[in-house]
């Protein structure tokens, strides 16, 4: 894809031709990338160009939203030409990236890195306050969730970088000193996950009481 050419902006797209545009999606690692398309290529031909660059196969689980005009999430219609669709109905340009689609069991998902998606996803619904879960429920996945993103806790020669982290759901007023007991409690989740290799996502689902 051509992401070093200098393009030509319009109000809404960047556009290498008038049969061409370049439109962003926003992932759920927050990392935005650019897609070139026709202005003929469908949501579909668009999703599939984004599981090419995340090696993802298992496609028919995700989707890509926008915000409306009127500020509310909406699926992108995938069998629809994509920028009518967004010339149409979207506030921007700007596509996200999720799952659509959840399965009863995790076994169900073939392949890693759809595993791994499954886990962003799962992750920042938890911190975002979409998926709501107790406080018991939140240490144990904030303990889990560093061992998948840094590894084992004997990598570390202290938890302080935890203090850094995102670990609790965003609308929880916690205190300075219940913060900080918290933390201190995910360390200890953290540190008894040592060398668990199985993927994020799948105890992330188990600890909701997925198979």
């Known amino acids: ?56 196969r298992e496609t028919h689980y995700f989707g890509l939203w926008f915000l409306s005009k009127s500020q509310q999430a909406r699926w992108v219609e995938l069998e629809k030409p994509l920028k009518k669709h967004l010339d149409k109905f979207a506030n921007e340009p700007l596509l996200f990236f999720g799952v659509m689609f959840y399965v009863p069991n995790v076994s169900w998902l073939q392949q890693e890195a759809t595993r791994y998606q499954y886990y962003l996803q799962v992750k920042k619904d938890v911190l975002e306050g979409r998926l709501r879960c107790t406080l018991e429920q939140v240490i144990r996945l904030a303990g889990l969730a560093v ?37 201190q409690k995910v360390a200890q989740e953290h540190k008894a996950h040592r060398t668990v290799m199985e993927t994020a996502c799948t ?8 198979s």
Do not use: H
């Not at 960047?14 to 061409?20: D, E, F, M």
């Not at 020669?157 to 219940?178: I, K």
């Not at 105890?203 to 997925?210: I, K, R, V, Y």
């Open 203 to 210: 105890w992330a689902f188990s600890s909701w009481g997925f």
């Open 147 to 183: 061992q998948a993103d840094f590894g084992d806790y004997n990598q570390f020669d202290s938890q302080d970088f935890l203090r850094e982290y995102v670990l609790f759901p965003m609308d929880l007023a916690l205190e300075e000193a219940v913060l900080e007991e918290l933390t």
């Open 1 to 56: 894809m051509p992401f070093g050419l200098k393009l030509r902006r319009t109000r809404r797209y960047n556009v290498l031709s008038k049969n061409c545009f370049v439109t962003r999606i926003r992932l759920l690692d927050s990392n935005v990338i650019e897609c070139t398309l026709s202005v003929e290529s469908t949501g579909q031909e668009c999703l599939e160009a984004v599981a090419q660059r995340l090696e993802l």
